[in-house]
């Protein structure tokens, strides 16, 4: 009888994910599976959850949030010896990673998956100490994702992403960032809007921002967008949505395993890490090559 931790933010998304959640539990357990249920209560609880998880008896995890929640069982996965596979059940509001893995919702179509157990094993981005799904990202617009109030996030969803970005625009569009760049693919001291440092090609609910990132390759995608003029972004942005951005003069696009960032002036320059605050320039990325297991359709 296999045995299946559920780690659940009941926080994120809305509720019906959590009535999702029970009908799968139910369906798992007339399935045979042995399922015990975790809530996390604040941040880190799912990344600890997750180790205390792999170094029990347990066969698997069902991790139920966003993309901040995959994103601290992912690193819980990362710092354990025991590598749990894990089933992704989508509830935030972008659900990057998931939607890139086309996770069913439907929890009938969920436990099928689970019981075909066909697992990949993905790589993992790791950002100074900390770890990443999806992506790390800073410069315009990048925090956005962890300006936005929980409260106008689950009101609104998605749309609030948008509301809070519009607002921002104007104030943060004239913000460029003088860096140095350093890899042995590419190596720059330049002007920069924006630079990604991706795993998948689904972020921030673009679908092709880093059109040609696969996450077993073990690479990381680089998106770098240098100085880009205010009448100039809109063409930008319009290439960023077809994935058409990177043959643009202004974009720099290449893959790499490691890489470092820091900034040549005396400013702060945030990053994001899986639409959470993840800390401040310098940093140095490196890729942990396939060390994430997790089932898809
Ligand atoms: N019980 C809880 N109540 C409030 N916040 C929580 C709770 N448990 C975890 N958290 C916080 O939620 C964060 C993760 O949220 P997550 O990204 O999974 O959902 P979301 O913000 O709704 O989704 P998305 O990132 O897609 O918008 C954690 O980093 C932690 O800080």
New binding site residues.
């Given amino acids: 009888m296999k045995k299946v931790r559920i780690i659940n933010?009941?926080?994120?998304?809305r509720n019906i994910v959590q009535k999702r959640l029970d009908s799968i539990a139910n369906i798992l357990l007339d399935k045979g599976y042995i399922v015990g249920k975790y809530?996390?209560?604040?941040?880190y609880?799912a990344m600890h959850e997750t180790i205390r998880t792999c170094e029990g008896d347990w066969d698997m995890i069902i991790a139920c949030?966003?993309?901040?929640?995959v994103n601290?069982v992912a690193s819980g996965i990362a710092k354990s010896d025991r590598k749990l596979p894990v089933a992704i059940l989508p509830a935030?509001?972008?659900?990057d990673f998931a939607n890139y893995l086309n996770i069913p919702n439907a929890p009938e179509s969920f436990c099928e998956m689970i019981e075909k157990e066909n697992i990949i094993s993905v790589d993992l981005g790791k950002m100074n100490d900390k770890y990443f799904v999806n992506v790390a990202a800073g410069g315009v617009l990048t925090s956005v994702a962890h300006t936005v109030p929980?409260e106008s996030?689950s009101i609104f969803g998605r749309a609030a992403y948008y509301v809070e970005g519009m607002k921002e625009m104007p104030r943060q569009v004239k913000n460029v960032s003088k860096v140095r760049i350093e890899s042995e693919e590419y190596t720059s001291e330049e002007e920069v809007s924006l630079f990604l440092i991706t795993n998948s090609s689904s972020i921030g609910g673009f679908k092709k921002l880093a059109p040609y990132a696969d996450i077993e390759d073990g690479f990381l995608d680089c998106v770098i967008i240098g100085k880009t003029e205010v009448q100039d972004l809109i063409t930008l942005f319009i290439e960023l949505i077809k994935g058409e951005h990177i043959d643009n003069p202004k974009v720099r696009y290449f893959k790499t395993k490691c890489l470092s960032i820091s900034s040549l002036e005396d400013e702060e320059i945030v990053i994001d890490i899986d639409?959470?605050f993840g800390g401040k320039l310098p940093i140095k990325i490196e890729v942990e090559p396939r060390v994430f297991k997790v089932f898809i359709p």
């Fill in positions: 933010n009941p926080s994120s998304g809530c996390t209560e604040k941040k609880d949030g966003g993309d901040g929640t601290e935030g509001t972008v659900n929980p996030k639409g959470e």
